[in-house]
């Protein structure tokens, strides 16, 4: 999925999608991209991207689309709109990109079940518009042998404050106590970081994340989606990386994890200070820092903390108890880990919170 990111597909991201391909070979991969309404020229670097994948005889699908998010927005109201604030219907923006993430995995099943040529795979790896290497994708692979639902490295922006805030939960289904190094509230996500390897966690996505195929591969697939629009009238939000972490029948029976030692970033500056070419990160100094300021937080943020849940389940509980949500109360009681008091629609720049 690529929206408005011509500058970073240009420098890094187009090389290091032909160098994952040299490493693994064409007839081991298959790459789906859709591009919508960018407001750079995306299409122009995608399209490049394109030839130099024909000319390596990788099996792909390059879609570039020229819908807009005035496009979208000037629809009529249906499934994913709600009333907000502003008094207005308005796109939502999970159900929107949900939608998109669905488009783009249609591929899979079309490719297992098309008449000549059929192709299967094992997993799925989803690439945000970040800097990664062959080796931070070969790294994520091997999480664990290989033993997970799914498998997320660390995002970066501007460190040491990492990237996801809306799709990070750990273990116990708690936002990360603190955006810097080691990050969790809970014991064992935490000391699992501390110690440098893999992180359970209950959802993640945080840049590069490989899911294992089979869930997508079942009648009906595994797929992303957003809270029911009546929940979100309540101004409440689930990011669909996380909810699919909830869906997934594998999450219980293989659990999802976080490498700290795949570690990707949105720009030059970012990739430099988490991948430093001589030295560790963090260092000895930020991870006494990290871990005191880990401390600290746990302490006095228990009543935040607190105040945040009550209002998320306090709105649950009040949109269960309508008569006319009874088909919508098979609302997964772990979705409540992915919902945050906020309210984001579309506008045509990108999106806005409410």
Request: with cysteine.
């Amino acid at each position: 999925m690529h929206w408005t990111n011509e500058a970073i597909i240009r420098s890094h991201w187009s090389a290091a999608i032909l160098d994952v391909v040299h490493h693994y070979g064409a007839d081991n991969i298959y790459i789906s991209i859709l591009e919508s309404g960018s407001l750079d020229n995306s299409k122009a670097a995608l399209r490049e991207l394109d030839a130099e994948l024909e000319t390596l005889g990788v099996e792909r699908s390059i879609e570039l689309l020229d819908t807009t998010h005035e496009n979208e927005m000037a629809k009529t109201p249906g499934s994913g709109w709600i009333l907000t604030s502003r008094g207005q219907r308005e796109l939502r923006r999970i159900p929107y990109l949900a939608g998109i993430r669905n488009k783009v995995m249609t591929k899979l099943n079309a490719l297992a079940n098309r008449e000549s040529g059929r192709r299967t795979f094992d997993k799925i790896l989803w690439l945000n518009d970040v800097i990664f290497t062959t080796e931070d994708v070969t790294t994520l692979l091997a999480t664990r042998d290989g033993d997970y639902a799914a498998a997320c490295s660390l995002d970066f922006s501007k460190p040491p404050i990492y990237y996801d805030t809306f799709a990070l939960r750990d273990i116990s289904g708690a936002k990360p106590v603190t955006q810097t190094w080691p990050f969790f509230l809970a014991a064992e996500s935490r000391n699992a970081m501390i110690l440098n390897t893999p992180v359970p966690v209950k959802s993640c996505w945080n840049g590069i994340v490989v899911f294992q195929a089979e869930p997508f591969y079942k009648n009906p697939p595994l797929q992303f989606r957003g809270t029911p629009d009546s929940l979100a009238e309540s101004h409440l939000e689930g990011s669909e990386c996380c909810l699919v972490h909830i869906d997934n029948e594998l999450s219980a029976k293989r659990g999802v994890w976080l490498n700290p030692n795949v570690r990707v970033a949105y720009n030059d500056e970012a990739n430099k200070v988490v991948n430093p070419e001589n030295g560790i990160w963090p260092s000895r100094s930020e991870k006494i820092k990290g871990i005191w300021g880990n401390r600290i937080a746990r302490w006095t943020g228990s009543l935040q903390r607190f105040l945040e849940r009550s209002v998320v389940r306090g709105r649950v509980r009040r949109w269960r108890r309508k008569k006319e949500r009874k088909e919508e109360m098979a609302l997964p009681k772990d979705e409540e880990y992915c919902l945050i008091n906020e309210m984001q629609v579309l506008v045509t720049n990108g999106w806005k919170h409410l």
